[in-house]
Nanobody, 114 residues
Framework: VQLQASGGGLVQPGGSLRLSCAAS????????MGWYRRAPGKQRELVAR???????IYADSVKGRFTISRDNAKNTVYLQMNSLKPEDTAVYYC?????????WGQGTLVTVSS
């Protein structure tokens, strides 16, 4: 089972994007979910996480700019990204926390550039 993220694209610095990731109910319902990213030449990092109850934690690099949310009825997790910076350029993935290797999908590319 792979989780498919969508919503990426090219955006100018200071712009916004909203990413979405739909999962099966068996993956989503009781799991903490997270958004990860891998920037060119860097290791994958967890940037935002949300428990089944809605509690959230953010990496310092995105705190105050990104918001993770989930719709349990739709088995979907979102990442609202505001005030985007060139250093946010990366492929973004969703997965549970901790990740499950078999759940990695293609990810969605976010490019922040003028």
């Amino acid at each position: 089972v792979q989780l498919q993220a969508s919503g990426g694209g090219l955006v100018q610095p200071g712009g916004s994007l909203r990413l979405s990731c739909a999962a099966s109910g068996s993956i989503f319902s009781r799991n903490e979910m997270g958004w990860y990213r891998r920037a060119p030449g860097k290791q994958r990092e967890l940037v935002a996480r949300i428990t089944s109850g809605g509690s959230t934690i953010y990496a310092d690099s995105v705190k105050g700019r990104f918001t993770i949310s989930r719709d349990n009825a739709k088995n979907t997790v979102y990442l609202q990204m505001n005030s985007l910076k060139p250093e946010d350029t990366a492929v973004y993935y969703c997965n549970r926390v901790p990740w499950n290797t078999s759940y990695w999908g293609q990810g969605t590319l976010v490019t922040v550039s003028s």
